[in-house]
Each structure stands twice: as C-alpha cells, then as structure tokens.
C-alpha cells in the first residue's frame, strides 16, 4: 500500500477529533499546553522478534505500544493529551494488519482520552517495528521524578507484582496453572495498565515516582541512585495476584519474576509516612491496592529482606534491549 | 552493546544542555514553552535499505535525519526546541557506528541550537532503523500552514530545486559530469539545508507554507488542496543551481528532477503581491535565494507552463515509501 493511502484510511480517524493533529495534512502538529501546564514527553519503541513475536492480535500490539508509553506519563503525574507514531512495515505487510493495528488503537484512545497527533508511516527492509511519542500535560513544575526521594520515606507500589513476567513464562514454557490463572497473567502480559488516575493524583502526595518496566529491584535502583539514598524492600510485602501466590506455592524459585520481571508497569513511589492515611484513601478511592513494600534508607543501594530482617539474594532486573 | 552503556556513552552528552531532558535518567522529559509560545511536534523516520543504503557515514545519516526533521519545523515557522530518537540496532551493530552517529547528531545540534531531550535505544532483528520527533517553538496561533494560500498570491521557493535528486540520480548511474558540479550535487542529497531562519521569518509575510520533500508539483498540489485553490509554475523561472543548471543542457529530461524530485527542503511558500518588497529584503538579510515561481489561481490542481505559457506535461512527484 501507499504511505498516503494508510494514512488516509487508517490513521486520519484516528486524528481527527484533536485539532492540533492538523488532520495529518500538514508538516508538523501543534500542541498547546493549557495555562499552568507543560508538557512531557517519552518515547517506547517495539520490533518484532524482540518485543512481540508477530503472531499475536494486532490490536493488542498497539495497545501495547501505547500503554508502556502512557505509563511513562503516569510516572510523571501526567494526564495523556496526544501522541505521534512511526510505523515501520515490510513491503509484503496487508492492510488487514494494518487495519487492526488502528482499531487497537482506536479502543485505547477512547479508553485514556489521548488522540494520534502525528507521525510516519515508512517500508523497511527489515522486520514490522514502531515507535511511538506520546506527549502529557502535567502542572507546570510539578512532575513526579524519580531523584527525590528521601531517606525515612515509604515505599509503595499499585497493583500487583510478577504478574506479566509469569505470564510470559507461562506462554514460553509447559507450566501448568489453572486456566483462570493463565488467562489472567497473560492477559497482564499482553495488555498491561497504566496506572494514569494513580500518578496525576500523586502529585503533591509522592516524594520520587517511575514505573516498573524494567523488574522492580533495578527499577528501584534508578530512584535510589537518582536520589542519592538506598532502600530496604520487604519480600513478604510484596503485593501478589491470586494468579501468581498459586503459581509461587509451587515454584520458590519463580519469586525472581516478582522481584526482578519486567513489564509490570505498575507505578513504584515514594513518600513521607506521614501521607499515609492520604495514600489509604487514595487506594480506597482508585479501588486499586497500593501497598507499603519497604522503606528508603540514608544509604546506597536495593536489599531484600525477608520476614525476619534477613538479606535475600535476588537477580536484578530484566533488559528489554 | 547493552541499552544503559549506549544511553550513557553516547546520547546522555547529547542531552546534558536541555534541563527537560532529565539528564535521560527519568520516564519523560519536560517540555516548556515560554508565555506566548506554543510547541510544534514533527516525526520523520529511516530505514536501511530504503532511505540509506548503509555504507554511508553514520554521522551523515544522523545529520540527515535531524535535518529533515528540522525542515519540518521551518515549515510551520518554528525555532527548533528539543528532539526524541529511537535508534533501532540489530545486534551486531558495533558501538564505533553509534558513536559517529552520536558524533553527527552532536554537530547538527550546535549548528542548530536542538537539544536531544529522549528517546528509545532498541534491539531489532531487522535493519538499522531510526525515527525522530522534533519539537519546535512558535508564536501562539502564528504556526504557519498549508491550508491558507489565497488567489492572486505569489508563489516562491527557497534556494535552489533538484539538486539533491540530481546528487541521487549521480550516485546510482553513470552520468558523467564536472567534479565540482558532482561533489555539490551529492552534498545537497547526503546534507540538506533545513531553512529555519526563513522560516522564522515568514511569520506575518507567507499566507501559506511547506517544505519541499516529495518533489515540487506533488507538494505544491497539497497547498493547492489544503487551500482549495489551483497554482500555475512557470518552469523557466525555478531556479537551478549551476551544477543542476549544466545538467539541464546535456539532458532536457532531467527537469523532471527539478519539478518532481524528492528531498529538496527547501521551503515553499505563497503571500500576497504587497509583500513581495519585504521578501526581497530577507532574500538579501539571509544571503539566500527566494525565488517567484508561480501564482496562486482560483482553480484547483497544479499547471505547469513554458515561457510561451504552454502546458507542460510532468510527472508528479517521488515517494519515499
């Protein structure tokens, strides 16, 4: 197909109720952030063979692809406002891909209020890959960061832990589990959520945020060496799925997905203990568990310990490259 | 080469001028448009094999993408900002590649006043791929446009037309040709000349504006459809380059590389007949050429006329795809 047809036929709807998208008709998008707001922006690629392996639903790819990048502006405490994609096909791609591909996006623009504001459409040589921008507003000098936390503070996570590494390992592996329980890791494997209410309300509350992408230790490494502290995580703390308690009844060794799986995309924050009863009612208000998992430390470094204050050694984390 | 270690070698320096960059360590950078300004976003992307053969310099291939990027920009008016780079690697990339790519950017941003501010470094299986979203700063509400050409303007062009598709045409066969004129010619495809000033400048002076990328009648024809108005081009008046120029008289079929190939950026733009003395002036300011080509008719569609006002049959245009 020709790149102005896909455009045409696939990505105009999906640009078509935010005007700064210029109806994909002109060289660039404008973006106005409202008064007392400014933008961030983040960037998540994909390619095939490496992040997804081609067999799966189009639409879940895309939805996919925009919900790591929408995590990413969780992070920051902001609100999804548009996004612009690169789409990179092999020239043997049907359209029938591409169509599903648009409707995956389609469902999530309408679920996040976030809008295709621009982008390309190019042929490689190589395999199907996607870059996606995708741009939030946040309170002008109010952005979550992730260099600020403090020693005392609390550390928290929303949802649940593990659940999207176990849920790869159950596709790659002859595991068996229940099916209710397979169905509902690889669903979190395949279409994980971002926590977007849960950081636009943590500004003003959260000291350091990011979201776990990368395993939750080398995660929270990034904010411990960002912010110059260390932290103590409490294993026994950590929040578990139905789905992945069963599966660590069988398998001790399968903690390693907990604490060192990737692709959770829950959010990781840290704040003074004395926004405690605040974050109670936060989860309260969300419906969504968010959990006291350990504690930031005036040292250096991640240790894991265990329900008597033992150190547990634990592989650190999970590279997506 | 590990994600971490490529951020850090080789883009975290590229970054370290842009505060909103976060030093790349956060989930987002931060984007703040001074009072008065809003942000415009571009993307433009590249694929081995099908925009780049491979044996190029890496630092060319990373001065080219900046650039067409940042042709973008001039095209709506704006001052370049900041960028967001997906560098997509197959495995066997060395880092020695990377860094003169690094190397390339680096140039670019200084010549250019850009800073890097995020991105994604990503393992593909296919080929060396990269996309690039450029963000620019334009008064508010002042973004110039494709949709507002009028009837009875005047139609001009930046610079010089056909160089970089003559360069291509040198490069893939064995036209003969002066040294001098071959080493120019191939220059304006591997480096384009993204016309930020004129494009600052054009503010309050161009009714209508884009940057010249898939050939000039094709990108003329979006003007003239976004604006709902026709344009005649007399083909006697673009204006060659000495090298192009020389070409011409070998070979009449040539001027089809003129009027219909791609990767000129430069900067096409319509405005009324009373502002023609004031576009005389910046001509002079920038040193550069404006050149008129045309008029903006009430039609509809592209004439291409000779010097006698004859129609001239050509074809329309290049596709990058």
């Keep these: 197909m020709h790149e102005f047809d896909l455009i045409h036929d696939y990505f105009k709807p999906l640009a078509k109720s935010f005007p700064g998208s210029l109806n994909l008709s002109d060289d660039a998008a404008i973006l106005t952030a409202p008064a007392g707001y400014e933008l961030v922006a983040t960037t998540d690629a994909i390619s095939e063979g490496v992040h997804f392996i081609g067999n799966e639903s189009p639409g879940l790819i895309a939805q996919k692809l925009l919900r790591v990048n929408l995590s990413d502006l969780a992070a920051m405490g902001a609100k ?18 591409v169509a ?17 504001a621009g982008g390309d459409t190019i042929a490689t040589r190589g395999s199907l890959s996607f870059s996606l921008t995708a741009l939030g507003l946040v309170p002008s000098g109010k952005a979550l960061r992730r260099s600020t936390a403090q020693a005392g503070d609390i550390i928290y996570v929303s949802g649940t832990l593990g659940d999207s590494a176990l849920g790869l390992a159950l596709l790659q592996s002859a595991i068996t589990v229940a099916p209710e329980h397979q169905r509902y890791l690889e669903q979190r494997y395949f279409l994980p959520e971002p926590r977007i209410d849960v950081g636009q309300k943590l500004i003003g509350l ?21 912010s110059s502290v260390g932290a103590t995580v409490h294993r026994h703390k950590l929040p578990l799925s139905q789905a992945a308690d069963a599966l660590i009844q069988t398998n001790d060794a399968l903690w390693d997905k907990i604490t060192g799986g990737g692709d959770d995309y829950e959010l990781l924050f840290t704040a003074s203990a004395d926004e405690a009863p605040a974050i109670t009612a936060l989860s309260k208000e969300l419906s969504l568990p968010i959990t006291v998992i ?28």
């Design 100 to 116: 599903a591909f648009a409707e995956g996006l389609r469902k999530d623009q309408h679920q996040f209020s976030i809008h295709l």
């Design 80 to 97: 999804p406002y548009c996004y612009l994609l690169t789409v990179m096909l092999p020239r043997e791609t049907k359209s029938d891909w």
């Design 206 to 226: 959260a000291h350091a945020a990011m979201d776990v992408s990368d395993g939750l230790l080398q995660d929270l490494g990034h904010i411990c060496k960002a």
């Design 294 to 321: 350990g504690e930031i430390t005036a040292g250096s470094g991640v240790q894991l310990s265990d329900e008597s204050g033992q150190a547990i050694p634990a592989e650190r984390g999970y590279s997506h490259f």
